[in-house]
């Protein structure tokens, strides 16, 4: 049987990832350009590619030189009215909804999207993307890929926290054709700071 691969880019660094900033739409800074564009060529044969709507994950992609298809399914989460705010911003004006949120990731205090609806629409591009043999290459942000990996291995909802993706990390998945597994992470651009928690 054919192999089935699937690997997920975090997209490059932003001036609002920097920052601590949920959601918005603005590009790659120089410096994630820059190491985007070293790691063109390091992921092998692409049969499939793949990318989140979002300007800084289309400019991921073509710094690495993959020509991608864009998905909705792979967008970012949406904060609701928390978009484009800055994490301690949001801790200052809603304390408490923001507590309850980390603490209950069913609930959608900002109004957007709860995390299981983000598992639920990344399960089913796994789902449809799986019966791709080959090797299938997505670049799409931090709030995808934790989805992704809470949904492969099972995890209960809180893990979805738990998880440190970073800026231009790798994250590789495989089937067997029954069930998916998290074959590793990494490797990350060298001296690649972490992410952050609210932004992708």
């Known amino acids: 049987m054919a192999a089935h691969r699937i690997t997920l880019v975090c997209h490059a660094t932003t001036k609002d990832l920097r ?3 949920f959601g918005g739409d603005d590009s790659i800074d120089e410096i994630g350009k820059a190491k985007a564009s070293r790691l063109a060529g390091s992921l092998g044969k692409v049969d499939h590619c793949w990318s989140s709507p979002a300007l800084r994950a289309r400019q991921t992609a ?3 030189g993959l020509t991608a298809v864009v998905d909705d399914r792979l967008r970012e989460c949406d904060y ?3 978009t484009g ?3 301690q911003q949001v ?7 923001l507590l309850s949120w980390i603490r209950n990731p069913s609930s959608a205090p900002h ?9 639920e629409r990344v399960a089913a591009w796994i789902a449809d993307r799986g019966r791709n043999p080959g090797h299938t290459v997505a670049v799409t942000h931090a709030s995808v890929i934790r989805a992704a990996i809470v949904y492969v291995i099972q995890a209960q909802l809180p893990s979805f926290w738990r998880i440190d ?5 790798l ?4 089937t067997n054709g029954r069930r998916w597994v998290l074959r590793s992470m990494g490797p990350v651009v060298a001296g690649e700071e972490s992410g952050s928690a609210t932004n992708a």
């Open 19 to 21: 920052a601590a900033t």
């Open 62 to 64: 073509e710094a690495m």
């Open 80 to 82: 609701g009215r928390w």
């Open 85 to 87: 705010l800055r994490f």
């Open 91 to 97: 801790l200052f004006k809603e304390p408490g909804k």
């Open 111 to 119: 109004g957007g999207e709860s995390i299981p609806k983000v598992l």
């Open 165 to 169: 993706v970073v800026p231009l990390s």
């Open 171 to 174: 994250t590789d998945l495989r």
